[in-house]
Each structure stands twice: as structure tokens, then as C-alpha cells.
């Protein structure tokens, strides 16, 4: 029986799987979402939703906590200050996990690992189109 197991291994070795998460949640507060696969998501969620909490926090000690995963100090200056203004009334949640499908090469479950209440993204209608600036204007007398 698996009372009390921690996480997920990962089929990988300690140093390898710490690394890639560290630079997993260091994406998604970059990017605000990335893809992967579900179990990955799944242990990055807990991981990214820490480095938020610590980020409402405030104070150096936090920082230094939150440093020791997210080695990049902009995105941890993004994290102590825009992350603590939007999240700073929601008590916890900081993440949601939408589903993708399999991927086609191994059949892995992929998922979406998001940050809620993000900006959202610019739709197909408000995105200039490029190939109409691209071409040059002809002149017909």
C-alpha cells in the first residue's frame, strides 16, 4: 500500500526531476500557461501555487524561499508584485489543469497548466493582418 507517498517519481532521478520542475514553474510564471503532460502538471501545480503564496507574503525571507526555485529575478519581481496584487483576495486556487487529449507520438495525456484570472489572449478578429501591411500598395489611375 501507498500510505503517506509523497509525489510523483517521474521515472526520473531526483536532481532531474527538481530541475525540471523548478524550470516548469519558472515557465508557467513567465508564460502564465504552459502544455505538458498530466502528471507533470500535476506536481508543478502544487510547486507554482506555493511560490504564489509566498509571493502575497511579501518579505525577504519569502524571497529567499521562493528563490530557491525560481532562479530568474524578473520573473520573481513579476511574482512579488503583479502576482500579489491579482491574487490578493483569492485564498488559494491559483492554477487550473484543462485536459488536451493524448499526444499523438506516445499517447501521453497532455494537459494545460494555467494561471486563473489571467489577461486574456487577443481573438483571430483583433489581430492585425499581416500578409495585407506586408504587400505593397499599387496605385490604379
Do not use: C
Not at 492554477?95 to 495525456?109: K, M, P, W, Y
Request: proline share 4%; charged share 30%.
Amino acid at each position: 500500500m501507498r500510505h503517506k507517498v509523497g509525489q510523483r517519481k517521474l521515472h526520473r532521478t531526483t536532481s532531474h526531476r527538481l530541475a525540471m520542475l523548478h524550470n516548469m514553474v519558472t515557465s508557467l510564471l513567465e508564460h502564465e500557461a504552459i502544455r505538458t503532460t498530466l502528471p507533470k502538471a500535476k506536481e508543478a501545480r502544487a510547486l507554482a501555487e506555493r511560490i504564489i503564496t509566498l509571493g502575497k507574503r511579501g518579505g525577504l525571507s519569502n524571497v529567499r524561499l521562493a528563490e530557491r526555485t525560481v532562479r530568474n529575478r524578473a520573473i520573481l519581481q513579476k511574482v512579488f508584485s503583479e502576482y500579489k496584487t491579482r491574487y490578493a483576495t483569492r485564498p488559494g486556487g491559483y492554477t487550473r489543469i484543462v485536459r488536451l487529449g493524448f499526444r499523438r507520438g506516445d499517447g501521453a495525456e497532455m494537459a494545460l497548466l494555467e494561471l486563473v484570472d489571467r489577461p486574456a489572449k487577443a481573438t483571430p478578429a483583433e489581430v492585425p493582418d499581416t500578409e495585407a501591411a506586408a504587400a505593397p500598395e499599387t496605385k490604379t489611375e
